[in-house]
């Protein structure tokens, strides 16, 4: 039955993330931004206490859990309750969100494609000890968007894969790799004649000798986060980290990539809505202060040009937030939603970017000012239409999906 | 809790209206549109759905079926893919209707509700628009001034719909210019009172199948009895809100519909020998298409959740409406484009559906859910 209240214990449990946001965010938000390769090792410890607690990392389709059949199932929600979650601490700071101490990409990658004991073995420290990072790397000089023209190589030999290669824009790839007892989801080809087929992910512990951070990259926005340049060279890891199979099939380990995706998309579309909410509720308390009233209900006629603006990000984020809703809760059902989560992802990815614009060109000198965080936030904005699936990239599955083409076909 | 499903029941619903919408509007959308004249069998076809009757209270001859402005969203959105004029025409008799259901006195239910019981189409309407560029539902100039025991209506209205057909309309006109929307009265009107003229058959750009006339008000005297809710009055805030909610639906549809249309087009055609929908920039225009649909649905939905969950749903309505109004015409514009020289040509429904949806943003009021 069509539903679109949230109870009062999901209200509660956001209050406590937009505290979060409030008290341990945005008070460093503008000096994070300032320094880019400075870390903030306080929030992290503060961060890390606050999830240990409530670390239970499901994204995704967890398909190892049988369910209970003595019990009535409860509906399960963990995307959405991801969604609603990120928005609100992206409303904090973008950037301090994706740098915070946590399984991240890495993590989803292992909840998708792992072995209950990966599961076990590769998560469990993320309850425990001190702050740690898992990151996801893909990327390569190479190639961006066209993920099947991996380049990294992992080759067997006895008892050990043999990573070479080198990957960029590793979100949180610093503290992964060399800065946390974290680890690296390194995808890599077993068979380059095999295409696609031939693309594995595979486990790599944080300083495992053959792999090294060479670079971290200086950044639009998001600046919090580091996104590392991570060299492989004759990386030596067990057998065992690969996630799953190693064998070569037609429709093999690229499809667990697509997996990844349906769930992380519309963390990323959410993740744009913090953002663009940030932006809204700045320009709405403005206008206040402004005393310039937002009038619904009358004439579109006789809108201000402000008015109508303003209304326009509002309805565009509404938009986009219902979309990754949608997204969100139907991975929840077990729905498959690789159309609707790029959607959600088209849709907030340029949404929010426009928002954020809009924002800045409302508030005029002041928008354009580092004395606010708007123009922060505009540079923030942009990495949602890019990263995850740039938009043309999302376009082009959405595409496919409505038009019935394959790869080939539509390209 | 957050939930994308639709009921069994509002599943049950889309698919016999949707069915109805596909099969037996849409082949009539064209020559109605030529013609001008909607097919009296396929109006008295959709009057057996009860669309109008399913919601009038058992007692004054009705369905009883309980109001959703969800499911009446869905209801609007799948007519609105098989025609915006026959949508309007068809649930034009509402307009009269549900806000006496809602909002009227009893006596006002006994008198004017029976008659949406019968096998046949009853025509009825509504007059909420008024021709002035500065329009606005919360300044209504069409005024109500309080003469003895009745009220004398004054000023002119436009794009009624079935106003020559109907005997009795509502005719919304403001008590109190100075309160806005809640200064705002509904009054039912005798087609045939004295200071009411109904004017030639307008001529729009779209809606060419939906007659639509201009009203005239002058001095025309009305009794107490007539102003809808009697002292009480009508909450015209809310009954707007439910109105943007149904046009939005039909927006959605006519989206749809272009959007469908546009998609198997650009499958089908074929140029450098291959289907021009393997070409990223029609693809494009495709999923963007898609997208907007989606978006818009759900903010419509939104909308109306909120108003069945006894909210007022202005802003949410609002938005939803103006989203739809720009996106329905960006949309059938998309639906022209991706057929070309093809789209322009009266062969094909797309130039039809462009013209209809450029409505949206003049037209408010004359659609309900």
């Known amino acids: 039955m069509i539903d679109f209240e949230l109870e009062p214990q999901v209200l509660n449990q956001l209050k406590m993330y937009h505290m979060v946001s409030e008290q341990m965010m945005r008070p460093i938000s503008r000096d994070c931004d300032e320094h880019e390769h400075q870390k ?42 991801t969604v609603l979650s990120t928005e609100e601490l992206c409303w904090g700071d973008a950037g301090l969100y994706l740098s915070t101490p946590n399984p991240g990409l890495g993590g989803a990658a292992v909840m998708a494609a792992g072995t209950p004991d990966q599961k076990e073995r590769f998560l469990k420290r993320f309850k425990e000890g001190k702050p740690k990072w898992g990151a996801m790397a893909i990327t390569e000089p190479g190639f961006g968007s066209d993920s099947s023209a991996v380049a990294t190589t992992a080759t067997r030999d006895g008892d050990n894969w043999v990573l070479d290669g080198t990957k960029i824009f590793v979100t949180a790839g610093q503290m992964a790799a060399e800065k946390s007892d974290g680890f690296v989801v390194v995808w890599a080809t077993v068979d380059r004649s095999a295409g696609r087929a031939g693309i594995k992910p595979f486990i790599v512990e944080h300083n495992t000798p053959g792999m090294s951070v060479t670079r971290v990259e200086n950044k639009l926005g998001i600046r919090a986060s580091d996104t590392a340049m991570i060299v492989l060279d004759n990386c030596r890891i067990p057998l065992d980290q690969i996630l799953g199979s190693a064998e070569v099939r037609k429709e093999g380990g690229f499809k667990d990539v697509m997996a990844t995706f349906d769930a992380t998309r ?64 139907m991975l929840d ?76 076909e539509l390209n | 809790m957050i939930d994308f499903e639709l009921s069994e029941e509002q599943q049950m619903i889309r698919d016999s209206v949707g069915a109805f919408a596909r099969d037996e509007i849409r082949p009539a959308a064209r020559p109605a549109d030529e013609s001008g004249a909607i097919p009296a069998p396929l109006v008295a076809k959709a009057w057996q759905f009860g669309f109008v009757s399913g919601a009038i209270p058992e007692k004054f001859g009705g369905g009883g079926d309980a109001r959703s402005a969800v499911t009446g969203a869905i209801v609007a959105e799948e007519l609105g893919f098989g025609d915006l004029s026959i949508a309007i025409h068809v649930l034009a008799p509402r307009l009269f209707a549900y806000p006496i259901v809602d ?145 939005a639906a039909l927006g959605v549809g006519v989206m749809n519909a272009a959007f469908e249309y546009a998609r198997d087009y650009a499958k089908e055609r074929k140029a450098f020998g291959v289907p021009i929908a393997t070409k990223q920039a029609i693809a494009f225009i495709l999923a963007d298409m898609a997208i907007e649909i989606d978006a818009a649905r759900l903010l419509v939905w939104e909308a109306a959740f909120k108003l069945d969950k006894g909210g007022d749903g202005l802003r949410e309505s609002y938005l939803a409406k103006n989203y739809v109004a720009q996106s329905a015409l960006k949309l059938t514009d998309n639906g022209v484009q991706v057929l070309g020289g093809h789209g322009y040509i009266r062969e094909h429904p797309v130039e039809m559906w462009l013209r209809n949806a450029r409505g949206f943003s003049a037209i408010d009021g004359i659609a309900t859910v």
């Open chain 1, 40 to 81: 903030p090792t306080q929030f992290y410890e503060s961060m890390w206490a606050a999830s240990a607690a409530a670390a239970d990392i499901q994204i995704g389709h967890d398909k190892s859990k049988k369910p209970d059949a003595s019990k009535p199932a409860a509906p399960r929600r963990a995307n959405l309750l």
């Open chain 1, 266 to 329: 519309p963390i990323v579309a959410a993740m744009a809505l913090g953002v663009g909410r940030a932006a809204l509720d700045f320009v709405r308390d403005f206008l206040k202060q402004q005393n310039v009233a937002i009038r619904y209900g009358i004439s579109p006629r006789r809108l201000t040009a402000v008015e109508r603006d303003f209304m326009e990000m509002e309805v565009q984020l509404q938009a986009a937030r219902l979309l990754t809703w949608r997204a969100a809760w």
């Open chain 1, 333 to 408: 059902t077990g729905k498959r939603n690789s159309l609707e989560a790029s959607m959600a992802k088209a849709k907030a990815g340029l949404a929010v970017t426009l928002i954020t614009q809009k924002a800045v060109e409302l508030l005029g000198p002041l928008g354009y000012s580092r004395k606010i965080l708007v123009e922060k936030w505009m540079r923030d904005a942009k990495i949602n239409d890019i990263f995850e699936g740039t938009q043309q990239i999302n376009m082009i599955i959405i595409a496919r999906r409505i038009l019935n083409y394959s790869s080939k």
């Open chain 2, 103 to 247: 909002m009227g006195t009893d006596d006002q239910r006994a008198k004017y509700l029976k008659r949406f019981s019968g096998a046949d189409f009853a025509a009825a309407t509504a007059a909420v628009m008024e021709p002035r560029f500065d329009f606005d539902l919360s300044a209504l100039q069409v005024s109500a001034r309080r003469d003895g025991g009745g009220f004398v209506l004054n000023g002119a209205k436009c794009y009624v719909p079935l106003a020559a057909e109907s005997d009795s309309m509502l005719v919304y006109a403001a008590t109190d210019a100075a309160k806005g929307f809640a200064g705002v009265d509904g009054f039912i009107v005798p087609r045939a009172a004295a200071g009411v003229t109904v004017s030639e058959r307008e001529k729009n750009m779209g809606l060419k199948a939906l007659a639509t006339y201009e009203l005239t008000l002058k001095d025309c005297r009305v009794g107490a009895d007539a102003r809808v809710g009697g002292d009480k009055g009508i909450d015209f805030s809310r009954l707007m809100s439910q109105s943007r909610v149904a046009f």
